[in-house]
């Protein structure tokens, strides 16, 4: 199995901590954001390489952060070419540009670099396997509507199949949000060509779910307690920062 990071943004919500360091690199507790995510990656057994997604302008940055890294799993830095967040490709551009650049023919799992999970990925793994050759999301209940209106916003039935997916709902009927978490198993490799090919859009993962839940079955985690920080901008970083802090 491949894994694959998401991070090739440009996080123009924290300028300035971002104007010339990329967000996974941020440190939390006096640890890069990254290196969070890698501490549930590298567990999973059947994972052989783990592929970081970013930008030519933050290339060397991750170049230089695994250089110093002590991981136990294969690691290659891809860069996307792109220099600006006006030339970005998206973070489903991106997927389909790894696919394609790294010829993944294995299941691949695909995470954001900028989110953190406290809990580990056993469970949510064991699930994911249970439901292919279907993809399986994670989800996180933010359990406030207003909340709810800045992410994709899930509905789901008794066997956890996804029964509706609005991006950023202005009238959220569900507090369920989709992280960015998606285990794609080898059958649906080529599932983000197909997207792309029919015009879908490149940046939002939540628009390419919004689209495959309507033509295949596809299936949510939900993570239970207070375990996932996605830092999008100032707020949720400085809030990442001091739960982590005291917990160290």
């Known amino acids: 199995m491949k894994v694959l990071l998401l991070a090739a943004g440009y996080a123009t919500r924290l300028y300035p901590l971002t104007k010339n360091k990329p967000k996974p690199l ?10 969070f995510i890698l501490d549930l ?22 170049e230089d952060w695994k250089a110093g890294y002590k991981g136990v799993k294969k690691i290659s830095i891809v860069n996307d070419g ?25 299941d691949l799992l695909v995470l954001a670099g900028d989110n953190i999970f406290k809990t580990g990925l056993a469970d949510f793994m064991s699930f994911a396997s249970s439901k292919r050759p279907s993809i399986s999301i994670g989800l996180y209940d933010v359990k406030d509507l207003e909340l ?38 080898k059958e649906k490799i080529g599932i983000m060509r197909e997207y792309l090919s029919v015009g879908g859009v490149k940046d939002a993962p939540g628009y390419f779910l919004e689209w495959l839940y309507k ?3 596809v299936f949510g985690y939900v993570f239970e307690g207070d375990n996932w920080f996605d830092i999008g ?13 005291q917990e160290a």
């Open 41 to 62: 990656v590298e567990p999973i057994k059947a994972v052989d390489e783990i592929f970081v997604v970013t930008n030519k302008k933050f290339h060397a940055d991750f």
């Open 148 to 185: 709810a209106k800045k992410y994709g916003i899930v509905s789901v039935d008794s066997d956890n199949k996804i029964r509706d997916f609005r991006e950023k709902p202005k009238e959220p009927t569900s507090t369920l949000a989709a992280e960015c978490l998606y285990f794609f198993p």
């Open 82 to 106: 792109t220099l600006t967040n006006d030339d970005r490709i998206g973070a489903t551009g991106d997927i389909d540009f790894v696919i394609k650049e790294k010829d993944i023919k294995d």
């Open 26 to 35: 941020l440190p939390v507790a006096g640890r890069p954001v990254l290196e």
């Open 215 to 217: 033509r295949e079955a």
């Open 233 to 245: 901008d100032m707020r949720s970083y400085e809030e990442a920062n001091r739960i982590f802090k």
